[in-house]
Protein backbone atom coordinates (compact mmCIF):
# COMPACT_ATOMS: atom_id res chain seq x y z
CA UNK A 1 0.00 0.00 0.00
CA UNK A 2 3.15 2.01 0.31
CA UNK A 3 5.25 2.39 -2.50
CA UNK A 4 8.82 4.07 -1.86
CA UNK A 5 11.64 4.82 -4.15
CA UNK A 6 14.33 6.90 -4.82
CA UNK A 7 17.13 5.33 -2.55
CA UNK A 8 20.41 4.48 -4.31
CA UNK A 9 24.49 5.24 -3.69
CA UNK A 10 25.32 9.04 -3.65
CA UNK A 11 29.25 10.46 -2.34
CA UNK A 12 29.48 12.71 0.58
CA UNK A 13 28.05 16.12 0.01
CA UNK A 14 25.48 15.40 -2.51
CA UNK A 15 21.96 14.94 -2.78
CA UNK A 16 18.97 12.24 -3.03
CA UNK A 17 15.67 12.68 -3.38
CA UNK A 18 12.76 9.96 -1.56
CA UNK A 19 9.27 9.68 -2.42
CA UNK A 20 6.61 7.30 -1.09
CA UNK A 21 3.14 7.08 -3.30
CA UNK A 22 0.27 5.74 -0.93
CA UNK A 23 -2.02 3.95 -2.36
CA UNK A 24 -5.80 5.25 -2.79
CA UNK A 25 -7.32 2.61 -0.48
CA UNK A 26 -5.56 4.78 2.48
CA UNK A 27 -7.49 7.68 2.86
CA UNK A 28 -7.66 10.41 5.42
CA UNK A 29 -3.80 10.31 6.25
CA UNK A 30 -2.91 12.65 9.39
CA UNK A 31 0.59 12.33 9.46
CA UNK A 32 3.04 11.30 7.04
CA UNK A 33 7.08 10.87 7.64
CA UNK A 34 10.41 9.03 7.46
CA UNK A 35 12.15 6.93 9.56
CA UNK A 36 15.74 5.31 9.33
CA UNK A 37 17.06 2.40 10.46
CA UNK A 38 21.15 1.97 10.21
CA UNK A 39 22.95 -1.13 10.64
CA UNK A 40 22.73 -2.53 14.27
CA UNK A 41 20.52 0.86 15.37
CA UNK A 42 17.07 1.53 15.88
CA UNK A 43 14.84 2.80 14.00
CA UNK A 44 14.41 6.64 13.68
CA UNK A 45 12.24 9.20 12.69
CA UNK A 46 13.94 11.38 10.22
CA UNK A 47 11.00 13.99 9.38
CA UNK A 48 7.18 13.83 9.38
CA UNK A 49 4.20 16.65 8.34
CA UNK A 50 0.78 16.74 9.46
CA UNK A 51 -2.16 17.24 7.17
CA UNK A 52 -2.23 20.94 8.22
CA UNK A 53 1.29 21.58 7.28
CA UNK A 54 3.26 21.45 10.15
CA UNK A 55 6.82 19.39 10.07
CA UNK A 56 9.00 17.91 12.69
CA UNK A 57 12.68 17.10 12.15
CA UNK A 58 15.19 15.37 13.84
CA UNK A 59 17.68 17.30 14.86
CA UNK A 60 20.10 15.83 12.75
CA UNK A 61 18.71 16.49 9.68
CA UNK A 62 17.17 20.38 10.13
CA UNK A 63 18.62 22.24 7.17
CA UNK A 64 19.56 19.52 5.31
CA UNK A 65 16.91 17.29 4.71
CA UNK A 66 13.34 18.94 3.80
CA UNK A 67 9.70 16.81 3.77
CA UNK A 68 6.97 17.83 1.83
CA UNK A 69 3.84 16.23 1.21
CA UNK A 70 0.88 15.93 -1.40
CA UNK A 71 -2.20 15.62 -0.32
CA UNK A 72 -4.32 15.07 -3.23
CA UNK A 73 -1.85 12.29 -4.76
CA UNK A 74 -1.27 10.78 -1.19
CA UNK A 75 2.42 11.42 -1.79
CA UNK A 76 5.26 12.42 0.77
CA UNK A 77 8.58 12.97 -0.46
CA UNK A 78 12.05 13.80 1.59
CA UNK A 79 14.82 16.25 -0.64
CA UNK A 80 18.10 15.26 1.40
CA UNK A 81 21.24 17.55 0.90
CA UNK A 82 24.71 17.51 1.94
CA UNK A 83 24.21 14.19 2.83
CA UNK A 84 26.94 12.66 5.07
CA UNK A 85 27.91 8.97 5.23
CA UNK A 86 26.24 8.37 8.79
CA UNK A 87 23.04 9.30 6.97
CA UNK A 88 23.69 5.71 5.60
CA UNK A 89 20.67 3.45 6.54
CA UNK A 90 17.19 2.08 5.04
CA UNK A 91 14.96 4.67 5.22
CA UNK A 92 10.84 3.80 5.54
CA UNK A 93 8.03 6.07 4.91
CA UNK A 94 5.04 5.65 7.54
CA UNK A 95 1.51 7.05 7.05
CA UNK A 96 -1.07 7.03 9.94
CA UNK A 97 -4.42 7.20 9.98
CA UNK A 98 -5.84 8.15 13.00
CA UNK A 99 -4.11 5.30 15.01
CA UNK A 100 -3.48 3.06 12.32
CA UNK A 101 0.22 3.16 10.69
CA UNK A 102 1.24 2.28 7.48
CA UNK A 103 4.80 1.32 6.90
CA UNK A 104 6.27 0.94 3.14
CA UNK A 105 9.39 -1.07 2.51
CA UNK A 106 12.24 0.14 3.08
CA UNK A 107 14.45 1.96 0.09
CA UNK A 108 18.28 2.24 0.63
CA UNK A 109 20.49 4.92 0.64
CA UNK A 110 24.23 4.59 1.24
CA UNK A 111 26.99 7.77 1.38
CA UNK A 112 30.03 6.98 0.55
CA UNK A 113 32.84 8.96 2.21
Known amino acids: QLQASGGGLVQAGGSLTLSCQASGSIRGINRMGWYRQAPGKQRELVAS???????NYADSMKGRFTISRDNAKNMVALQMNSLKPEDTAVYFCKVTVMWIDYWGKGTLVTVSS
Open 49 to 55: TTSGGNT
